[in-house]
Protein backbone atom coordinates (compact mmCIF):
# COMPACT_ATOMS: atom_id res chain seq x y z
CA UNK A 1 0.00 0.00 0.00
CA UNK A 2 1.52 3.64 -0.85
CA UNK A 3 -0.04 6.46 1.31
CA UNK A 4 2.03 9.45 -0.96
CA UNK A 5 3.20 10.31 -3.93
CA UNK A 6 6.50 10.59 -4.60
CA UNK A 7 8.29 13.25 -6.82
CA UNK A 8 8.79 10.72 -9.26
CA UNK A 9 5.08 9.78 -9.92
CA UNK A 10 4.59 13.97 -10.16
CA UNK A 11 7.31 14.31 -12.93
CA UNK A 12 5.74 12.38 -16.08
CA UNK A 13 2.35 14.69 -15.60
CA UNK A 14 3.92 17.73 -15.38
CA UNK A 15 5.59 16.64 -18.61
CA UNK A 16 2.88 15.95 -20.26
CA UNK A 17 1.04 19.11 -19.09
CA UNK A 18 3.92 21.05 -20.43
CA UNK A 19 3.92 19.11 -23.70
CA UNK A 20 -0.07 19.95 -23.88
CA UNK A 21 -0.01 23.52 -23.06
CA UNK A 22 3.28 23.72 -25.71
CA UNK A 23 0.73 21.88 -28.23
CA UNK A 24 -2.21 24.13 -27.88
CA UNK A 25 0.15 27.58 -27.61
CA UNK A 26 1.98 26.56 -31.40
CA UNK A 27 -1.36 25.45 -33.12
CA UNK A 28 -2.82 28.80 -31.78
CA UNK A 29 0.05 30.78 -33.04
CA UNK A 30 -0.19 28.95 -36.58
CA UNK A 31 -4.02 29.71 -36.65
CA UNK A 32 -3.90 33.37 -35.63
CA UNK A 33 -0.79 33.26 -38.66
CA UNK A 34 -3.02 31.24 -40.53
CA UNK A 35 -5.92 34.41 -39.83
CA UNK A 36 -3.90 37.46 -40.80
CA UNK A 37 -2.83 35.54 -44.25
CA UNK A 38 -5.96 34.70 -45.49
CA UNK A 39 -7.71 38.03 -44.38
CA UNK A 40 -4.87 40.20 -46.04
CA UNK A 41 -6.86 40.86 -49.12
CA UNK A 42 -7.73 44.69 -49.68
CA UNK A 43 -11.65 45.47 -49.38
CA UNK A 44 -13.34 48.83 -50.12
CA UNK A 45 -14.82 50.41 -46.88
CA UNK A 46 -17.79 53.38 -47.93
CA UNK A 47 -18.56 55.76 -45.60
CA UNK A 48 -21.12 58.30 -46.11
CA UNK A 49 -19.03 61.14 -47.74
CA UNK A 50 -15.90 59.32 -48.53
CA UNK A 51 -14.42 55.34 -49.36
CA UNK A 52 -11.36 54.03 -48.71
CA UNK A 53 -9.07 50.70 -49.26
CA UNK A 54 -8.10 48.99 -46.20
CA UNK A 55 -7.13 45.47 -45.58
CA UNK A 56 -9.48 43.16 -44.51
CA UNK A 57 -7.84 42.10 -41.64
CA UNK A 58 -7.21 45.91 -40.31
CA UNK A 59 -11.51 45.87 -40.27
CA UNK A 60 -12.07 42.65 -38.43
CA UNK A 61 -9.46 44.38 -35.67
CA UNK A 62 -11.08 47.89 -35.77
CA UNK A 63 -14.73 45.80 -35.76
CA UNK A 64 -13.67 44.14 -32.30
CA UNK A 65 -12.12 47.14 -30.58
CA UNK A 66 -15.18 49.33 -31.04
CA UNK A 67 -17.40 45.99 -29.70
CA UNK A 68 -14.94 46.28 -26.91
CA UNK A 69 -14.77 49.94 -26.19
CA UNK A 70 -18.84 50.13 -26.24
CA UNK A 71 -19.00 46.56 -24.16
CA UNK A 72 -16.81 48.38 -21.45
CA UNK A 73 -19.09 51.71 -22.02
CA UNK A 74 -22.47 50.01 -21.44
CA UNK A 75 -21.11 47.79 -18.31
CA UNK A 76 -19.99 51.11 -16.85
CA UNK A 77 -23.30 53.24 -17.26
CA UNK A 78 -25.24 49.69 -16.18
CA UNK A 79 -22.69 50.17 -12.96
CA UNK A 80 -23.20 54.01 -12.55
CA UNK A 81 -27.58 53.58 -12.80
CA UNK A 82 -27.28 50.71 -10.46
CA UNK A 83 -25.48 52.67 -7.75
CA UNK A 84 -28.03 55.73 -8.02
CA UNK A 85 -31.05 53.46 -7.48
CA UNK A 86 -29.16 52.42 -4.09
Same mark, same amino acid.
Given at each position: MRFGRSASDEE???ESGLALKLIV???LVAYL???VLENRKQVSVHFVVANS?? $?LIWLI?? $?IAIGAVGTAVISQ???R???RRH
Open positions: PRELIAIAFRV $SLL $SLNRRRR
